[in-house]
């Protein structure tokens, strides 16, 4: 069939998922099962819905799991040591062109894709405004596991990832969902590859480097990244208590009516 959008879709699903345990000792964190259904296969039902082609996992731990027909896989052998940037450059072959970037352990609404897929940024990143009441019923205090995010009057990204030190710093959520153009790649290449010359990003070694590390980077350095906000839509699977509380299943059931 032929791709009308160009877009192809990268999943990251290197990662051991250790809050998940004991339900990720024998699967990748992303075929964690909601309701009978695994997060991944959640995840691929909204990306058939826009068209896009290829789609691409970057597996890990337990990566032979993540084989399924019309799917390519590649491999980041140092799972164990990296984080999400090392991750997403083992497949650097694969960016070039317009890309869609995603998180394995979160499902979005159809909705909130094609918001996304309608943004004619360079670097388009998915904001949750309606954060807050989602995070209070994952954490006893909304600013556990909360990173900051600060935006212009235009929709620009002006701070992304740090640590919050009350909640005024937080005017959105980052979900781990964004859309770069070929532009927009090329930019994140250099950035990238600038900080492995220098041998650290943002402080950092990349090995250790988690993705908002790199995009506030870029931000750094001048480069534009536009927000595309949401309210609600999506889910995060991250630790046992996601996993099990009824708001997960609630939000998985409303995502499931948009496809």
């Known amino acids: 069939m032929e791709n009308k959008t160009g877009l192809k879709a990268i999943i990251l699903a290197a990662g051991e998922g250790t809050r998940l345990r004991p339900y990720t000792l024998d699967r990748p964190k992303c075929l964690v099962e909601v309701d009978g259904h695994r997060l991944l296969d959640r995840q691929l039902a909204v990306l058939a819905t826009g068209d896009i082609h290829p789609i691409i996992l970057i597996g890990g731990y337990q990566a032979e799991m993540l084989k399924r027909p019309g799917i390519e896989l590649r491999i980041n052998p140092r799972y164990a040591e990296t984080n999400m940037v090392w991750t997403l450059f083992c497949a650097e072959d694969d960016l ?11 499902v979005y609404s159809r909705e909130v894709l094609q ?8 670097i388009a990143v998915a904001i949750d405004l309606d954060w807050e ?3 209070s019923a994952r954490n ?3 600013l556990d596991d909360a990173e900051t995010l600060k935006l212009a009057a235009d929709g620009r990204i002006l701070e992304i990832g740090q640590k919050p030190k009350s909640l005024a710093e937080i005017e959105g959520q980052y979900m781990g969902l964004m859309k770069f153009s070929a532009k927009g790649i090329q930019q994140l290449k250099k950035t990238f590859h600038d900080a492995k010359t220098l041998g650290a990003l ?3 070694p990349l090995e250790k480097a988690y993705m908002t590390d790199l995009l506030q980077a870029m931000i750094d350095l001048d480069i534009r990244l536009d927000s595309v906000t949401v309210n609600g839509g999506w889910v995060e699977v991250d630790t046992v208590r996601d996993l099990l509380s009824p708001v997960t299943k609630n939000r998985l059931s409303e995502i499931s009516k948009s496809i």
């Open 96 to 106: 070039e062109g317009d890309v869609l970037l995603c998180y394995g352990d979160i």
């Open 140 to 142: 006893e205090n909304p």
């Open 202 to 204: 943002r402080g950092k």
């Open 115 to 122: 918001a996304l897929l309608r943004s004619k940024a360079d």
């Open 133 to 135: 009441s989602y995070w």
